[in-house]
């Protein structure tokens, strides 16, 4: 049974009769907006404040290092042919960074964010490759003996480990191999990040990665040294590491400021304390571990990168102690600059 309800005329477009409205005055603010990226939680969600930042960092990084080359007396030939694969890679990325989006492609949109993703992680590690020249000729004296000795009050014999893997060519051939896939991983994961447009994934991986060679060149500036291949091994080299022996001619000539140009088409490992394989292994072994299906596999391929850093990095195990270390540092700091965004954001 329904309700019993009284009758009344429908009121919905009935003009209500000699009633004043009050007035609303709109009080116009004292200052400017709030910068909609942080009004807004859904940029930070899908990472947008952190891209503009690292992207404002990066550029601000760029004319740093401009900077440290011209206060070194180097400078960087933009003519030089090891260059060209570079202007051809980015011309590539760019082409598919902004021409892809407008297409049908199914897989447009994860190539053309991935264009975007790989580019920039190109450009931090040139930089800081590029970066440790300068650096390099700031520096005075060596720690080798110090590193050396930290490594004999450890217990470790670098001397052993690379007799060894120069007895073994199947240790060779498999520790080069994993030491060059320092690029594999972030590839990978950068990948991952693109298929599923997260920016905030993407953005904050390569935020640790910056963070790390930035505290990486801090660290060298201060331990500078030739490595422990120049500084113990005096016979016939019966196996030339990937790293081979660069520091021991570099350093001196970028202090004598007898070299003056940087060959970025040619860098060379320079950097001993703190062994950036190191860092950059462990972040790529946290940032793996929250992919499932990759977790295992990323985890194999750094611990056997790590495996091969001493002897195909010729660094000391200290140098991978504090590589490891730097690592902790930048996840550390990222995680803190992430989460005042986010509060900023959210809050």
């Not at 960087?76 to 590539?92: E, F, H, K, N, W």
């Not at 991978?320 to 550390?332: D, E, N, R």
Request: glycine share 8%; hydrophobic share 50%.
């Amino acid at each position: 049974m329904s309700s019993m309800r009284p009758h009344s005329a429908p009121t919905a477009n009935r003009e209500p009769a000699n009633v004043a409205l009050p007035t609303v005055r709109v009080r116009e603010p004292d200052h400017a907006p709030a910068d909609p990226a942080f009004t807004n939680p859904a940029l930070w969600l899908d990472g947008g404040v952190l891209r503009r930042q690292v992207m404002v960092a990066m550029l601000l990084s760029v004319a740093v290092l401009a900077g440290f080359i011209h206060d070194a007396g180097l400078h960087i030939d933009p003519t030089q042919i090891g260059l060209v694969p570079y202007y051809v890679v980015g011309a590539v990325l760019l082409a598919l960074r902004f021409g892809l989006p407008p297409s049908k492609w199914s897989w447009a949109g994860p190539v053309s964010r991935f264009s975007e993703y790989a580019g920039l992680f190109t450009l931090m590690a040139l930089m800081g490759a590029t970066a440790s020249y300068p650096v390099a000729g700031l520096t005075h004296g060596y720690a080798d003996a110090t590193l050396q000795g930290i490594d004999e009050r450890l217990g470790f014999d670098w001397l052993y480990l690379y007799r060894v893997v120069a007895a073994h060519p199947f240790l060779q051939g498999l520790g080069t191999i994993v030491y060059r896939s320092i690029y594999v991983t972030p590839a990978v994961l950068l990948w991952c990040a693109a298929k599923n447009a997260d920016h905030k994934r993407a953005y904050s991986f390569m935020l640790r990665f910056w963070l790390a060679t930035i505290l990486t060149l801090i660290f060298f500036a201060l331990m500078p040294a030739i490595g422990p291949f120049s500084y113990l091994w005096h016979q016939a080299i019966p196996y030339m590491p990937e790293s081979e022996q660069w520091q021991s001619g570099l350093i001196p000539a970028l202090r004598a400021h007898t070299l003056h140009v940087i060959d970025v088409g040619h860098l060379r490992g320079i950097v001993s304390a703190p062994s950036f394989h190191t860092a950059a292994a462990v972040l790529y072994i946290v940032a793996g571990w929250h992919i499932p299906a990759l977790r295992w596999p990323i985890v194999a391929l750094n611990v056997a990168m790590l495996l091969s850093t001493p002897v195909e990095g010729t660094h000391y195990l200290i140098d991978m102690i504090l590589g490891a270390g730097v690592a902790v540092m930048a996840i550390a700091l990222a995680r803190w600059w992430e989460q005042g965004l986010a509060t900023r954001a959210l809050g």
